[in-house]
């Protein structure tokens, strides 16, 4: 897994969701190879889905499909205003490997700025087929 974008790498990283190291960061690149998207998030339920500028398909992130009857999103917006986004997805570990925690963070196309949006625990198993739905 290859991270494109440092600066949203760094972020995940130093968030640290839930107090546990993030092992993997993957960036979001939809079907149709965009990297920009509008995003929006429910920071109650752990959930966060995507929207390519490019070709408008939308993408739940991680397990967020299976939360969908009961999140409220809100679209994501940059404090300077902006609401496009590259966007990282930080994993954390069991000591299986198996998943434990998920983080979305986002950096703004506008002004660059970067932030963890939201964040979650995962408490199932097995989860490990999450890093490929970032």
Do not use: N
Request: glycine share 10%; proline share 4%.
């Amino acid at each position: 897994m290859t991270v494109h974008d440092p600066l949203l790498a760094d972020c995940l990283r130093d968030h640290q969701a839930g107090g546990y190291p993030v092992a993997h960061v993957v960036d979001s690149v939809c079907v149709c190879g965009g990297r920009e998207f509008r995003v929006a998030v429910d920071d109650t339920q752990g959930w966060a889905e995507r929207f390519c500028v490019a070709c408008e398909e939308i993408t739940a992130i991680a397990d967020s499909a299976e939360h969908w009857d009961h999140a409220e999103p809100g679209e994501c917006e940059c404090p300077c205003g902006g609401g496009t986004f590259a966007v990282a997805v930080g994993f954390a570990e069991y000591a299986d490997g198996e998943v434990r925690w998920i983080s979305v963070g986002l950096r703004c196309l506008t002004d660059d700025a970067v932030g963890v949006y939201t964040d979650w625990k995962i408490d199932y198993g097995p989860s490990r087929h999450l890093l490929d739905h970032a």
